[in-house]
């Protein structure tokens, strides 16, 4: 079970980083997005991004902790409310005293997601990028499968 929880806290801090990177995105509205990137620019991100996930796994175990702080909800089950609110089909049946539990407990979550997102922005600034230049290749990335590969492919020959 240890594994599903964190499992989908990884994954929900997956999507919550994406979303603040989509919000980048957003900001440029329709202009085309840039994907030629230089490759000491591609190698930077790289680096930059192994700093990065440092960051979020810490938040991840920050998460959890703020979770089982609280009083009246376990993680297993703070993961299913949020499961069920991110699906307007779903349905699930909390008392009060949980609906409190669970507020409080997004409460925390919500804070290290502030506090990580200051920290990731610290540490691309750190390491020598800008954090709106790391935005747009995190975008590019996410939305081009042929950066994706070359990006791979950096790591690859990388790690030989």
Known sequence: MRTHT??????????IFCFVFS????????QPMKTDFSDEELS???????EVVKVQQAAEQEMMQ?????????VERFNEIAMA??????????????QMAFRDAAQGVMEVQRETQA????A?????MAFNDYRQIM??????PELQERIRSMVQAEQN
């Open 44 to 50: 930077l991100f790289i680096d930059i991004n192994k």
């Open 23 to 30: 919000s980048a995105l957003l900001a440029q509205g329709q």
């Open 85 to 98: 609110q991110q699906n307007p089909d779903a349905e699930v049946d909390m008392s009060d005293e949980e």
């Open 6 to 15: 964190h499992n989908f806290l990884s994954t929900g801090l997956s999507l």
């Open 119 to 122: 920290e990731i922005a610290a």
């Open 139 to 144: 975008m590019a990335y996410q939305q081009s």
């Open 124 to 128: 691309v600034e750190e390491e020598g």
């Open 66 to 74: 703020a979770i089982q702080e609280t009083d009246g909800i376990t």
